[in-house]
């Protein structure tokens, strides 16, 4: 049964070890096929699943984007990244995709999950180039003065501000687009910050049975640690201010710049409900992103 009732607020700050209460980051984990999730975990994940059959398919959409805009803020020059909400390291790690391609390319990672954490620190035991901050994205000045972000990344040159399947957990309380501005203003110009949300909008207009589903997805969640607040595309747009936006624009995942990956997930119910986009930080110099 779900709670009638979403739970009260959460203080914002880190979130300690707790393997009872399921939440989203080894939710996230189970949906990716991960092995970091917890029995209270994989017992609400199969209920989301029974509820919304396409979650995990919503979930390779979306980290499947994750992986194209890393490439393209890599092509654009960007070798530093903040990567807000980073989640439990799993197949196709940012610093992965980055240090693939720029060897001593810099990434922080950045989550409230103890498990997400204390897994990431194993894994980057050896890697002088990347650490993570066990820090709450709703606390801006927190993040942007930990250690690991001012000894890793510089913020006079531009950073890849990931913020990649993370504002659907922050309510309008937190202010989304506040935070977004913090962040964005503490970037150079030239920064590029793509961001992705889930959305009722599409299948509302669409897809009557997805949207239902969907529905129901929220309220289970109304029993995990973390609460999904879906986005209007329109909502999504209005973050990117003082940015210019990449083509597409705002789009469904699969559509934002498609390269042929995860076809079959490409034309899951899914499709409709995670939305992304792009903008680079302007600056008196920054041209126009048709050249990205
Ligand atoms: C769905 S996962 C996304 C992981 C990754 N960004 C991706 O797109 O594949 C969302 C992550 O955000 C984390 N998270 C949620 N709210 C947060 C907050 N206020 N501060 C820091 N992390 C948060 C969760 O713990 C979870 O690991």
């Known amino acids: 049964m779900t709670r009638a009732t979403p739970p009260p607020l959460q203080p914002i700050g880190p979130r300690s070890y707790d393997s009872e209460t399921p939440n989203a980051s080894r939710m996230y984990d189970y949906y990716l096929g991960g092995a970091m999730n917890f029995t209270a975990d994989r017992e609400l994940a199969e209920r989301a699943k029974t509820v919304l059959p396409c979650t995990p398919s919503l979930a390779r959409l979306n980290r499947s984007w994750l992986r194209r805009v890393v490439d393209i803020c890599l092509d654009a020059g960007i070798n530093q990244f903040l990567d807000l909400g980073s ?21 922080v990672y950045v989550d409230y999950d103890a498990t997400a954490v204390t897994h ?78 889930i959305t009722t909008q599409l299948v509302a207009d669409q897809d009557p049975v997805t949207h239902k589903q969907i529905l129901d997805l929220i309220g289970v969640y109304h029993d995990a640690s973390e609460q999904i607040h879906p986005w209007a595309p329109d909502d999504l747009r209005s973050w990117f201010t003082g940015m210019d936006m990449l083509d597409p624009g705002i789009t469904v995942l699969p559509e934002w710049r498609p390269d042929g990956a995860l076809e079959a997930d490409n034309d899951s119910a899914a499709r409709l409900l995670g939305i992304g986009g792009m903008g680079r930080v302007r600056g008196a110099d920054t041209p126009d992103p048709s050249d990205l």
């Open 87 to 107: 989640g439990i390291p799993t197949v196709g790690n940012v610093h992965e995709i980055v240090q693939r391609r720029v060897p001593d390319g810099r990434v």
């Open 120 to 197: 990431a620190r194993k894994i980057l035991e050896d890697n002088e180039n990347a650490g993570i901050v066990h820090g709450d994205i709703r606390d801006p000045d927190g993040v942007l003065h930990a250690p690991e972000v001012r000894a890793l990344l510089d913020f006079e040159r531009p950073t890849g501000l990931l913020m990649v399947g993370i504002l659907l957990y922050v309510g309008p309380e937190y202010d989304p687009a506040g935070l977004v501005a913090t962040y964005r203003d503490a970037c150079a110009p030239g920064s590029l910050v793509p961001i992705s949300v």
